[in-house]
């Protein structure tokens, strides 16, 4: 899996985003059901992020292999190389560090935040979570059935990789279908 690195003008967007969204999920967590311990939990996320964003990336004179395995390791949770974890002496308003695997946390938080029965349209776009964009058509869909009723769709659309799959489970009420 190749590791990706983030252009600085979208660096810049993304740390606007995120600085948003952690002032608005004070104000939205709890009617999303979010506890206080959760919402902590993701102010300091946030925080780190934009350390690893600003000050950790731009802050190092020689941008190391290991540096990128390390900013790559604290956003998605896994890396590839040997990775060298910032020290307070380099950095010392550098944020408490949480665990790794940020942006798939804020993923999942926002997830639960859209399939919540209390969100709502405004909540949305004020977190920044509903895209201004148009949303492509779906161009194919191909079905496989396996064996155990297990279905397989392949979906390509013009402009996305993913889908939002919502699964009837046992007769379940209708949910995200999700890991």
Request: aromatic share 12%; charged share 20%.
């Amino acid at each position: 899996m190749t590791t990706t690195s983030f252009p600085s003008n979208s660096e810049l967007a993304f740390c606007v985003w995120l600085l948003n969204y952690k002032d608005k999920i004070l104000e939205y967590g709890p009617k999303c059901s979010l506890g206080a311990a959760e919402i902590s939990a993701t102010l300091a996320d946030i925080d780190f992020y934009i350390f690893l964003l600003q000050e950790f990336h731009q802050n190092i004179p020689e941008k190391t292999r290991q540096c990128d395995d390390y900013k790559q390791f604290m956003v998605t949770g896994y890396c590839h190389g040997d990775w060298v974890h910032p020290t307070s002496r380099v950095f010392p308003n550098m944020p408490p560090v949480p665990a790794p695997g940020i942006h798939k946390r804020l993923v999942d938080q926002i997830t639960r935040i859209k399939a919540n029965s209390h969100y709502t349209e405004t909540m949305g776009h004020e977190l920044g979570i509903i895209s201004t964009a148009e949303i492509s058509a779906i161009y194919t869909v191909k079905q496989f059935v396996d064996v155990g009723n297990r279905v397989r769709k392949d979906i390509l659309s013009y402009d996305y990789e993913g889908a939002w799959i919502d699964s009837h489970l046992n007769g379940a009420d209708w949910a995200f279908f999700g890991e």
